[in-house]
């Protein structure tokens, strides 16, 4: 006898990857299961997959699919290092934050120096100070720099800020590494193309969104600098993360693409958070913590409304990047879900101004 299947809230704030996999994806992963294909990914979704990445950011680039971001960022971060070396990135930075470590373990040992600034960018001017602070033999040698874009906290690098930290990179000898777990969101919001955010401004190598976009599962990692993936199959292969059936990652990759539905999706979450950003606004007494740029709003909720919401089996994280709520919006969030829990908000809130 089948067991009873769980049934998931349709409405919910946590996270982008709560969402369900995309049409196009889906569509994509169907037609690829047609019959067999090649392992390890000589097939041809694979490879038509890689070359509209290519197509799409204007440039012969290395590219490369594993299961998860953790891996994607690690693995590169590893690639770019060796273990004596050390990556510069935000303190609220993902790698520093959100991987249990996986940089430093899958480098042996590249430690992680932590920055400062605004709005979870990194501000070149503490990116200058851990780079020369130290020269000597004692310090772990400054080798990346590692940045979100979109940042933890829902804003954007511009193409200038982005190019200014590249410079910095360059003067000192260091290379740069997105985080792109948002990329797309970034790409919409910014009206950039992807080349103007990526290896234009000198971003070295890119670990690009798939699953917070609409895929079930996967990552791309674009090196723009091709000699920087000299050997990194290889890493992928030793860490567990070259799929052998490559072909269910790449093909749902190719969906997003092909159709556009990558920058579709990211513009329909940026436009929910919008507009659960404007409905939260006209509530007297909440603060919005960051300037709403791309798909999360980040506002400061008093302790009993967040009880409260909970309560009523609302979902949403109060520990990501700053001690208040993360409103996320995904590519089928939908206005019925932002104005319910809006309504609810304006229910607690009223309660608790009649009984407080
Ligand atoms: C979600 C996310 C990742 C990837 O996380 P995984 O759970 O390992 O796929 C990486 N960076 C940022 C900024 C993220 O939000």
Known sequence: MLSTRPTTRPVQFASDNYSGICPEALDYLLQANQGDAPAYGDDDWTQQAADKFREIFDID????????????NSLTLASLCQSYHSVICHELAHIETDECGAPE???NGSKLLLAQGEQGKLDPAHIERLITKRTDIHYPKPKVISLTQATEVGTIYTTDELAAIAALARHHGLKVHMDGARFANAVVASGKTPAELTWKAGIDVLCCCGTKNGMGIGEAILFFDKALAEDFAYRCKQAGQLASKMRFISAPWLGLLETGAWLRNAAHANRMAAYLEQQLQGIPGLNMLFPRQVNGVFVQLPQALTDELYRRGWKFYTFIGTDGARLMCAWNTTP?????LVADINDVVGRLAKSG
């Open 105 to 107: 373990f899958a480098s």
């Open 336 to 340: 019925e879900a932002i104005d319910a």
């Open 61 to 72: 680039c290395e590219v490369f699919f594993v299961f998860n971001g953790t891996a994607a």
